[in-house]
């Protein structure tokens, strides 16, 4: 059977994968991507909020941190100039009690150490903006904001592709194995077809599993997968809301909150379920009393019946749900010692905001 050579396989063409196929492509680097599904970003990477972060929550110096900061100026710039339909419309992190006015300051205070300014505000002025809002106190993003993810993702691929990188769909990656200083790749259990010098997983919630695909990975450098599905619930009427609006934090999220997509419409989630599989993307319909509950304590309007099932999303984790949130990990040759071998594990929220910092950072690594 004939073998390809081909300098970089990409193992996924979600928002990240795309990504760092346009950051190597654009560095002269001869690109496949490899997708498992009929078409790219139809994973994670279109079951998300659809919000660039700011930076705000998490520990300062981590992966997480530095990249989603990094790639939120990055990611502006990117819409800016490919025009890919973005807003700034920033974002409000409410207490709907005293106690959690402490949270804020701890929040405000995280936020500065990662260099996010966040104005902490009086009830009274969030809810002059607005009204529907029971607040005591509010910490405003101005940095925040949403974005079209898909036109993004096409403007990363058309980047890519501009470069001479090849998105081939219905590919998955079944096997590989080590032979001197090349990959051989074998795609949806065929026998090997292609030999590559450097092999990028970033195959998301698939990522543990794709790498444990590899012959000659040490077991050791595979994190075990969790997955945390993320349920979402959207409103029929108009939304009462023209910001983003956040409740406190909660294990494993970041609480039942209000975003918008560009057409104006509000979606409430995404919650947070621990499952066994990947696999079940349906919508719990019974889920929505807990977050009419939820919701009511910052915005006691709500009318019963409103709320209807919409999507979810599933958390591609690595920490299991007793243990504190993981950050990124993604690990070059010089973590597992295997040559040409990047694996991106537990590349979660904020990986869309961070793509295009994720990618810098691959692209260094095999530099
Ligand atoms: C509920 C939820 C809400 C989120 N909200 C936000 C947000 O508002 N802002 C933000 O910045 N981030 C958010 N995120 C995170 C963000 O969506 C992800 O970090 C990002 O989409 C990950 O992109 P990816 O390319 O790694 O994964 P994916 O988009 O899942 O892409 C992986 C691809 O790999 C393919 N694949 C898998 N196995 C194989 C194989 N063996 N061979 C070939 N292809 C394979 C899959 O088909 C898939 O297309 C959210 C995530 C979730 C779950």
């Known amino acids: 059977?004939?073998?390809?050579?081909?300098?970089?396989?990409?193992?996924?063409?979600?928002?990240?994968?795309?990504?760092v196929a346009r950051a190597l492509a654009e560095a002269g680097r001869e690109v496949l991507i490899l997708e498992a599904a009929d078409s790219f970003g139809t994973g994670t990477s279109s079951r998300n909020s659809e919000v660039i972060h700011a930076g705000i929550y998490y520990p300062r110096g981590s992966l997480k941190a530095r990249f989603c900061v990094a790639g939120?100026?990055?990611?502006?710039?990117?819409?800016?100039?490919?025009?890919?339909?973005?807003?700034?419309c920033g974002k409000l992190i409410v207490a709907t009690s005293d106690a959690q006015l402490i949270e804020l300051q701890k929040i405000q205070a995280a936020a500065r150490g990662n260099g996010v300014e966040l104005e902490l505000w009086e009830g009274s002025r969030a809810i002059a903006l607005e009204p529907q809002l029971r607040c005591v106190g509010a910490?405003?993003?101005?940095?925040?904001?949403?974005?079209?993810?898909?036109?993004?993702m096409l403007a990363l691929l058309g980047q890519a592709e501009r470069h001479g990188?090849?998105?081939v769909c219905k590919s998955r990656v079944t096997g590989m194995r080590l032979e001197g200083a090349r990959v051989v790749i074998a795609v949806n259990g065929e026998e090997p077809v292609l030999r590559a010098r450097t092999v990028i997983n970033s195959a998301s919630i698939d990522a543990p599993r794709v790498a444990r695909s590899l012959a000659g990975l040490p077991a050791e450098h595979i994190p075990r997968a969790y997955?945390?599905?993320?349920?979402?619930?959207?409103?029929?009427?108009?939304?009462?809301?023209?910001?983003?609006?956040?409740p406190v934090p909660e294990p494993g999220g970041l609480g039942v909150?209000?975003?918008?997509?560009?057409?104006?419409?509000?979606?409430?989630?995404?919650?947070?379920?621990?499952?066994?599989?990947?696999?079940d993307y349906r919508v719990d319909p019974h889920r929505a009393q807990k977050f009419y509950a939820a919701i009511r304590t910052y915005w006691p309007g709500l009318d019963d019946g409103a709320l209807q099932p919409a999507y979810a999303g599933i958390r591609p984790k690595i920490s299991a749900s007793s243990a504190p949130a993981a950050d990124f990990r993604?690990?070059?040759?010089?973590v597992h010692g295997v040559p040409?071998?990047?694996?991106?594990?537990?590349i979660e929220s904020p990986g869309l905001t961070a793509s295009l910092a994720i990618a810098d950072y691959v692209a260094g690594l095999i530099r």
């Open 139 to 152: 910490l405003h993003s101005p940095l925040t904001g949403i974005i079209d993810s898909h036109s993004y």
């Open 330 to 334: 993604i690990d070059g040759p010089e």
């Open 340 to 346: 040409g071998i990047v694996n991106l594990f537990g």
């Open 227 to 246: 997955f945390a599905k993320g349920n979402y619930f959207t409103l029929s009427s108009r939304s009462p809301f023209s910001r983003l609006v956040y």
């Open 1 to 19: 059977m004939r073998m390809d050579n081909i300098d970089t396989v990409i193992i996924g063409a979600g928002v990240v994968g795309l990504a």
């Open 72 to 88: 939120r100026d990055r990611l502006y710039a990117f819409c800016e100039q490919h025009g890919v339909a973005h807003r700034r």
């Open 165 to 167: 990188a090849t998105l």
């Open 257 to 279: 909150h209000l975003t918008l997509d560009l057409a104006g419409r509000a979606r409430f989630g995404p919650d947070v379920q621990w499952v066994q599989e990947a696999s």
